[in-house]
């Protein structure tokens, strides 16, 4: 999973001042209530210890927090703009997989761990700009927390990320991870100490990691933190604050009543909110987040109201998240603090969508005070037992062991584990032992540590080859089966202990090379091998080498075989019993003919190869040919050849036949010479679909699935709708093709599938939450194919950044005008109005909601309008001079507040009650 910070602007000439004047009006508001008690607060790279000029807090050298790492000051160029103390230096870790630092912390406390990142070209490699990947994760503790991704980001800004985490030790460990895009680096570490009553969700099992959190109303400061919000926490102010927008505050106490502080919002920001012109009734709150995986991310919003504007108003409202009811009409109380949330609400939705509307008997639109967005991060890794995490550090500073990488929990995560220590993870609901250590020839010197005796786990110890002096401790050995002490310096007697182990059979003790064996010719002191085992290996290894032998030539015979498979007679595979349908069934040997030897392949998929062939009578057909691999595996077969046999439209490829063969499992159908809607509209250089052509595709791939979804009994999910899937023949007719996804569905059932289908990009973002697969999926697919259809963009933008095609779409139109959307190939050869009208249907068929999707009829009857409407318009166009893809001011102004821009900081939009009933689709409610 990966979320992309907030950034804090460094090039802002006046921000420091500006909130140095803040920060003085609220200490004047709090009257010194507020306390840096418990604050851990470190300037990373820094050597000094200094108060904050902003917020007062103090900051600290991140000495004794952290082994290893390079201190760094930012570019000079680039220090006078830096917006705080903390983003003048750092500390960057070149060396090692994992380096972690150490906080102090209160077994059981809850916490908000902020990090603070300012690349500020410190390496004048000017990474963050170079084209490559800059990235690197974090941990807390043994669980992975986010990545810090800085590709093609600004180096003068600030970036943050924060978690809220209950310490399960008297230590918290915060670990960058290199991940080889990078080096990774840190400004600054902030702990700040909750209330065991705050963000209740919050537990050992479950950390949340700081996805959004707003204040609303009329503030001048860009980030309002300490000492207004006693804990620190980072409170940004709502950028947009235009019309339709208002802005309320009062200067009246807002009381926060008992059992609803969970969160204590400071009452600043419950003096003020942010509604509605009376004449708007719906207020969406948008912000996407880069590199986000929708798929994975889980987000919990908490929702800080309390009503500010005068006597016992009517506002009640309801709250969606991506048209999912989340809290049904609220209505916010009169000068008291009201938060809503559902802690078992932690939802699929990487976008943060959410819609405020007004319910119908509300005489006021609604309102809003603030907002937190959270993402979910499960603990699900355990720490190494805390004995043993003692009893190795014990190890580590008696032997000065600096030089070893040994960072963070020794044995989690698995892939960060101590190196020279193996670890015991059998019992998976309980923290992971240290079974063995090995430190051979790793330059010990002194005396051997009891710690080592103290771990009741560990059964394996091997401290060869060093220069470990004196004797054997005198201690009882709690576990260890293995003590190699060889090839070293120790010359003190062997304590009776370890020798009544040794004699039992309880231990192997290996003391060979060291002064104290130079009297004693015991076999613990002895190099010899065993002369039992040595025979048994001499007996093993011929035999092993023989059967190797006998497998790799069975290997050969087979692979000598399956080269000669040319001449194999496929007619023995054929299957004895056909299917009872009006298509022809193939042999093997007519279709190694029709396609001449399967000598022309036309397209390649996930299910095997598609060949071109010729029918006896001449006609033009296409083979497609399973993978071998998945003949095992494809069940549905004969299943679907039977429903496609059924299926005959005019907008539907044509099955002709198939082939049963336990060999060979293919579909032919008939051919398209003109290839499909992807290759004409990205890679057609030589030759561009007018505007015209393109709606007849559109409204022929149309009919084909209203066709399947209406008309087929039980109806058709096609599942994987793309343009890749849309056939051309020779007259440019729209033909569906594909079928391999295909199922069947009754009424009666509300789905057809949990397994996942269609291609990225395409696939309906409900079935992430909902794992349910209905016809509204394939009229999201079409809707992305509309837009394709329009943009002559793929429905993935690759690039400096990554967009979703419908998320394109509504940034271009927000910031622009709708003509920025259109494939440049059209050359402006397109009805402004026709355009409009297709971009509307097709945001329409990408809503969130299925339930808010138009069906396929509804679809082909609008397109149906559209094109008799783009050949009057070419022909008036013909006559007249005018422009015909020109906007008239208020159609775009309304354009505009339909297409809701959705960019990585945040974006407002409301729906207006009045005119415009087409619009009121793509509101949503």
Known sequence: MVISSRRLASIRPTWNLSLLLILVMMMIRVHGQSSTSGFISIDCGNSGTYNDSITGIQYHSDDGFVEGGLSYKISAKLMADAPSEQSKTLRSFPDGSRNCYTLPSIIGKKYLLRAVFNYGNYDGLNRTLDGSPFLFGLHIGVNFWDTMNLTDGNPTLTEWKEVLTVATDNAMSVC????????????????????????????????????????????????TRYPMDPYDRFWEQWQYNSYPLINLNTSSQVEILPGNDYFNVPMAIFQEAMTLDPSYTSMWLTMEKNNVDSKSVRLLPIFHFAEINGSNPNRRFDIYNAGDLLHR??????????????????????????????????????LINAFEIYSLIRMENFTAASEDVSYMKQVKKHYNLTRIKWNGDPCSPR?????????????????????????????????????????????????????????????????????????????GPIPNSILQRYQAGLLDLRLEGNPVCSKIKDTYCSNKKNTKSTMVIAVIVPVVMVSLLAVMCTLWALRWKGRSGDNEDYAMYEEETPLHIDIRRFTYAELKHITNNFHSIVGKGGFGTVYHGTMENGDEVAVKVLMETSIAESTDFLPEVQTLSKVHHKNLVTLQGYCQNTKCLALVYDFMPRGNLQQLLREGDDYSLNWEQRLHIALDSAQGLEYLHESCTPSIVHRDIKTAN???????????????????????????????????????????????????????????????????????????????????????????????????RLLDQYDSSSLQSVVELAMNCVGSAAMDRPTMTEVVSRLKVLLPTVLSEKQYASASSRCTNSMDAETRRQFRLLISERNEESSFHSGYTGGMPELNLLSGR
């Open 176 to 223: 960058l991870i290199n991940l080889g895009s990078g080096t990774p680096f840190v400004s600054a570490l902030e702990l700040r100490p909750l209330l065991d009553a705050m963000y209740p969700f919050v537990n050992t099992s479950v950390s949340v990691s700081h996805f959004r959190r707003v204040r609303f109303g009329k503030g001048n400061e860009y980030i």
């Open 329 to 366: 009409g609220f209505s916010p109380s009169l000068l008291q603090a009201n938060s809503l949330y559902d802690s078992g609400q932690f939802l699929y939705n990487g976008d943060a969508f959410y819609t405020l509307n007004k319910t119908r008997g509300s005489d006021l639109p609604p």
């Open 415 to 491: 892939e960060y584990s101590w190196e020279g220590l193996t670890c015991d993870y059998s019992k998976s609901n309980q923290n992971p032992r240290i079974v063995e250590v090995n430190l051979s020839t790793s330059g010990l010197k002194g005396g051997l540590t009891i710690s080592f005796m103290n771990m009741v786990s560990l059964e394996n110890l091997d401290l060869s080859h060093n220069n470990l002096t004196g004797g054997i401790p005198d201690y009882p050995i709690k576990s260890i089966k293995v003590l190699n002490l060889s090839y070293n310096q120790l010359d």
């Open 726 to 824: 849309i056939l051309l023949d020779k007259n440019l007719v729209g033909i569906i093709a594909d079928f391999g996804l295909s199922r069947a569905f009754n009424d009666a059932h509300t789905h057809i599938s949990t397994v996942a289908a269609g291609t990225l990009g395409y696939l309906d973002p409900e079935y992430h939450a909902t794992f349910q697969l209905t016809i509204k999926t394939d009229v999201y697919s079409f809707g992305i194919v509309l837009l394709e259809i329009i943009t002559g963009q793929p429905p993935v933008l690759m690039g400096p950044q990554t967009y979703h095609l419908p998320n394109w779409v509504r940034q271009k139109i927000a910031k622009g005008s709708i003509q920025d959307i259109v494939d440049k």
